[in-house]
């Protein structure tokens, strides 16, 4: 079974321009969390989807933002990316909508210059 | 005062130690928890799972659970170079609306062949 897959894996973007961050859950799970890891603050939780609503939302600004499609597929923009927003985005997926174990895909690292 | 603490380390053990991670946290609504491992440019890899104060046995693994005290713990047994990683703990609360992790800083653990 396939494991949450995250694209690209690697990102190099600069200080302004906007990125998108794609996730395919694993087949079955209906619940996308995203979630930014920094040496600094360790793993944050951005925000959660379930059938397509956005259902929890972290403390972020509005410059990040997500999407669920009906397939489940998750997608994250962030807008006028800063040097701070450099940083491994992690996706993770769930079976159920609340509290079900999550399962994460090896991440996208973003690097602003 | 974060709401869960967990000692960076790093922890270096010689191989076939018993390790022992800790992690207490400060909001009594968390329910649920999680312990993940992480390796390097890998995202976190779900290693146990429980809801309930007690014990949870995974082959070398042993999830403990003191909700009185607040406080979780993970055991790995005849400890392996392979162990060599960073352990991050994770607890969510129920919530109605969805569900959100929030982690442990996580500890890094080198076991020494």
């Known amino acids: 079974k396939a494991g949450v897959t995250q694209t690209p894996r690697y990102l190099i973007k600069t200080r302004g321009q906007q990125v998108t961050l794609s996730c395919s859950p694993i087949?079955?799970?209906?619940?996308v969390s995203w979630y930014q890891q920094t040496p600094g603050q360790g793993l944050q939780f951005l925000f959660e989807?379930?059938?397509?609503?956005?259902?929890n939302k972290g403390n972020f600004p509005g410059r990040f933002s997500g999407r669920q499609f009906s397939n489940s597929r998750s997608e994250m923009n962030v807008s006028t990316l800063e040097l701070g927003d450099s940083a491994l985005y992690l996706c993770?997926?769930?079976?159920?909508?609340?509290?079900?174990?999550?399962?994460f895909g090896n991440g996208t690292r973003l690097t602003v210059t | 005062q974060k709401e869960v603490e967990q000692d960076p380390g790093p922890l270096s053990v010689p191989e076939g130690a018993i390790v022992s991670l800790n992690c207490t946290y400060s909001?009594?609504?968390?329910?649920?928890f999680m312990w993940y491992r992480q390796y390097s440019r890998k995202g976190p890899e779900l290693l146990m799972y429980?809801?309930?104060?007690g014990n949870k046995e995974d082959g070398r693994f042993t999830a403990q659970v003191d909700k009185s005290s607040k406080y979780i713990s993970l055991f790995i047994r005849d400890s392996q170079p392979s162990d060599s990683a960073t352990y991050l703990c994770?607890?969510?609360?129920?919530?109605?609306?969805?569900?959100?992790?929030?982690f442990g800083e996580g500890t890094q653990l080198t076991v020494n062949p």
């Open positions: 993770a997926s769930g079976k159920e909508a609340e509290n079900s174990p999550l399962h």
């Open positions: 087949s079955g799970h209906r619940s």
């Open positions: 989807y379930f059938s397509e609503t956005q259902r």
């Open positions: 909001n009594s609504a968390f329910q649920y």
């Open positions: 429980t809801y309930s104060s």
């Open positions: 994770a607890m969510s609360a129920w919530e109605t609306s969805g569900s959100r992790l929030t």
